[in-house]
């Protein structure tokens, strides 16, 4: 099945903009995935079970490196957005 994820990036810090681009970095290294960049969100396209996959670690790595944010997503079970 196919899912669209459309998710936001809340870093917990003033300089918001580097862990923003680092999540748009790391989840565009996902060669499988349709994504789509816009102002207030990031749309992710693909199979089920992949595209959870990469949110999820994509969201872990940016723990790692930039620490606390809060994410917004919604998920679109067999919606193709893009």
Avoid: R, W
């Avoid at 790391?26 to 994504?35: F, P, Q, R, V």
């Avoid at 996959?53 to 606390?68: D, H, R, W």
Wanted: a negative charge; charged letters at 20%; glycine letters at 4%.
């Amino acid at each position: 099945m196919e899912l669209t994820i459309d998710i936001s990036m809340y870093p917990n810090q003033e300089n918001f903009v580097v862990p923003i681009d680092g999540f748009i970095e790391k989840i565009n290294k996902y060669s499988d995935l349709k994504i789509k960049t816009f102002p207030t969100s990031t749309v992710v396209q693909g199979e089920y079970s992949y595209a959870m996959n990469a949110v999820q670690e994509t969201i872990l790595s940016c723990y790692k490196e930039f620490g606390m944010a809060v994410y917004v997503v919604k998920y679109i079970p067999a919606y193709e957005a893009l």
